[in-house]
């Protein structure tokens, strides 16, 4: 059974940073890619970032491209986000996910999803 367990949310001024991980198991890391997805009231899910586990490519939106950086630790079976220069903008629950896939930035790509963690960035 795929498991994804998120922390590390919490509130902090806009300039500042967080850095969320995301414990997996039941996790196929070779074949299986991660995603950061985030959601705020009223808006639709939206992809963030992604990593696969067997190359280690990345891709980001073009939104926080440069300002966060997703990575893994393999002894861990944890995934990274790292959230620098944060804007109120970026306010929203975050959720890690993960699929059988290579990467992806679509939602409906993915099968498994955390429970979220909130993130709110204050002005």
């Known amino acids: 059974q795929v498991q994804l367990v998120e922390s590390g949310g919490g509130l902090v001024q806009g300039g500042g940073s967080l850095r969320l991980s995301c414990a997996a198991s039941g996790v196929t890391f070779s074949i299986f890619a991660m995603g950061w997805f985030r959601q705020a009231p009223g808006k639709e899910r939206e992809f963030v970032a992604a990593i696969n586990w067997s190359g280690g490519s990345t891709f980001y939106a073009d939104s926080v491209k440069g300002r966060f950086s997703i990575s893994r630790d393999s002894t861990k079976n944890t995934v990274y986000l790292q959230m620098n220069s944060l804007k109120p903008e970026d306010t929203a629950v975050y959720y890690c996910?993960?699929?059988?896939?290579?990467?992806?930035?679509?939602?409906?790509?993915?099968?498994?999803w955390g429970q979220g963690a909130q993130v709110t960035v204050s002005s």
């Open positions: 996910a993960t699929g059988p896939l290579n990467i992806a930035t679509a939602t409906a790509s993915y099968k498994y």
